[in-house]
């Protein structure tokens, strides 16, 4: 096909952020739109989300997304017109002695953008998770509300609802360059050499927006790293655990819609370099061995417990661990890449972000000021960081 398309925007990229920014879009009455996905919907980092959901932030506008984020998965029938798969098992968080103050820090600052969170202590803990050592736990936050989603589902019911409403999906295509003149995006090439003609283009190609930029000048600083992901049969039946964030050994275990337990390693110190296009969809021995380690030091109370599968993903990682959601340079162009493993529990507000940055070059949203998300920071030195970092365990953001 060698004719031409034109749209008012134009979605690079039909991961979660892409499908919620069209959903969004639409929301707000822009229909004209188009997401560009050159495999299918929810085909890259989005397939591997652990999906957990937590308002745990320590960087409040991050903390704000969140909290409004949960309002569209707990309400998804409504607001989506399907189910996204989210299981709201409540979410425990606890910390050593060293981070209690930030914690207790972190959870006023939630408080102060709407985020429902408790002090909990190790008994009631106890009570959740019974097979867990709290002993090296000096206080634990809990959100009622939190849980874990499904990250495919959600992208493909963020891409129902855009479509429903009119916007239009071409699976199968890629973008090979963006079109420019004077500075400003006039549309996207494809790889047939057809042309879809724009003045809008939503960068949400994950790791793979940073090529597209690059060929205009545009630096997005992200690395790719590759995630081990272990699942683990409890050996028991487990009942209704919530969501384990343990930033004493830096894990996160969630139940599994099978019976079992989904573990991933949350220290980040050492990463693990990857091309997306070419990695091990495995956990290494050693990995392996971490896993077993970890889990059985903190579930000393699963005697039975048993490695039953694993897999990988990979994390499009910023300096600072955060995304950049921002207009660039080239007038018309914004992008949201880079949620550095994060990106599923705020793909909403993300999604709302970027309308609001299409339609009014601004956040609606005074708690997600724009300016936190700037591309720009990074060369600033800037960096999005929480005013209350973990020690150990700056993986929280
Ligand atoms: C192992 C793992 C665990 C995670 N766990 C969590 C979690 O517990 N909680 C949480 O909040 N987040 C989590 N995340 C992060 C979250 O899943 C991601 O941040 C989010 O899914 C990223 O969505 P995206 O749309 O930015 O990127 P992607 O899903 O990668 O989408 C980008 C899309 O762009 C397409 N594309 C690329 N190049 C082109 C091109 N040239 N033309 C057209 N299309 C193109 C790709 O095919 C792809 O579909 C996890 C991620 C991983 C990998």
Not at 146 to 163: M, S, V, W
Not at 341 to 347: D, L, S, V
Not at 348 to 360: E, F, I, K, N, T
């Amino acid at each position: 096909m060698t004719g031409h398309d034109t749209a008012e925007v134009v979605i690079v990229g039909g991961g979660l952020e892409g499908c919620a920014a069209a959903w969004a879009l639409a929301e707000r009455g822009t229909t004209d739109v188009v997401i560009v996905e050159r495999s299918t919907v929810g085909s890259g980092g989005t397939g591997k989300s652990s999906g957990v959901v937590r308002c745990h932030y320590g960087v409040a506008s991050l903390a704000a997304m969140a909290t409004r984020a949960l309002e569209v998965f707990e309400n998804a029938r409504d607001v989506l017109g399907e189910d996204v798969g989210f299981h709201q098992t409540g979410y425990v968080v606890g910390v050593g002695e060293q981070n209690a103050g930030a914690l207790a820090a972190s959870m006023a600052d939630q408080r102060a953008v709407g985020v429902r969170t408790e002090d909990i202590d190790a008994s009631e803990v106890a009570k959740l998770w019974p097979s867990a050592d709290l002993e090296p736990f000096a206080a634990f936050a809990w959100e009622e509300r939190g849980g874990y989603g499904d990250a495919y589902q959600t992208a493909q019911a963020f891409a129902g609802a855009a479509r429903r409403a009119g916007v239009r999906l071409r699976q199968g295509t890629t973008v090979t360059d963006l079109i420019t003149r004077s500075g400003a995006v006039t549309g996207v090439r494809l790889a047939d050499g057809s042309e879809i003609h724009t003045g809008t283009v939503v960068l949400t190609a994950g790791p793979w927006s940073v090529p597209l930029l690059a060929k205009h000048g545009i630096t997005l600083p992200i690395t790719v790293h590759r995630e081990q992901i272990v699942l683990i049969d409890p050996g028991e039946a487990l009942g209704p655990v919530p969501v384990f964030s343990d930033l004493v050994s830096l894990q996160y275990v969630r139940p599994e819609s099978g019976g079992e337990i989904l573990f991933g390693n949350s220290d980040l110190a050492e990463l693990e370099p990857a091309d997306p296009d070419r990695y091990s969809n495995q956990a290494t021995p050693s990995f392996l061995d971490l896993a077993v380690e970890k889990v059985g030091t903190r579930f000393p109370g699963l005697e039975d417990a048993a490695i039953a599968s694993t897999y990988a993903g990979c994390y499009d990682v910023t300096p600072d661990f955060n995304p950049a959601i921002s207009e660039t340079d080239i007038e018309g162009l914004i992008v949201a890449a880079g949620f550095s493993g994060h990106g599923f529990k705020i793909a909403p507000s993300v999604g709302r972000l970027v309308a609001d940055l299409v339609l009014d070059g601004t956040s609606s949203d005074p708690d997600i000021p724009a300016s936190d998300f700037r591309l720009s920071r990074f060369a600033e030195g800037d960096l999005l960081r929480s005013p209350h970092p973990y020690v150990g365990a700056g993986e929280m953001r």
